[in-house]
Nanobody, 124 residues
Framework: QVQLVESGGGLVQPGGSLRLSCAASGSRLDYYVIGWFRQAPGKEREGISCISSSDDNTFYTDSVEGRFTISRDNAKNTVYLQMNSLKPEDTAVYYC?????????????????WGQGTQVTVSS
């Protein structure tokens, strides 16, 4: 069983950057598909990025394509989400989630393991 801890959130001005980390313990993270999700106040949870376990293929929703980059560092057992050109509408709590032996998915119900979330606020 894997445990996940997110970090790296904070307050940033529009146009700025943040790098979120999803650190795993209890299991090797490269066994898992890792998804990044976010939930803004009053809105449903949204899957925004995913990295596959077998070949590290990456996927993004249209809202973050070209601005966010997901990557995996197996030596550190950590997955990152580099977020550039941030917009106020990116403000949300960001979560990473893991699931073994499945294709990448933006459906949160397909993931069994979740971190506690990290707040990202984009504001001037």
């Amino acid at each position: 069983q894997v445990q996940l801890v997110e970090s790296g959130g904070g307050l940033v001005q529009p146009g700025g950057s943040l790098r979120l980390s999803c650190a795993a313990s209890g299991s090797r993270l490269d066994y898992y598909v890792i998804g990044w999700f976010r939930q803004a106040p009053g809105k449903e949870r949204e899957g925004i990025s995913c990295i596959s376990s077998s070949d590290d293929n990456t996927f993004y929703t249209d809202s973050v394509e070209g601005r966010f980059t997901i990557s995996r560092d197996n030596a550190k057992n950590t997955v990152y989400l580099q977020m550039n050109s941030l917009k106020p509408e990116d403000t949300a709590v960001y979560y990473c989630a893991a699931e073994a032996l499945v294709p990448c998915s933006f459906n949160g119900y397909e993931y069994d393991y979740w971190g506690q979330g990290t707040q990202v606020t984009v504001s001037s």
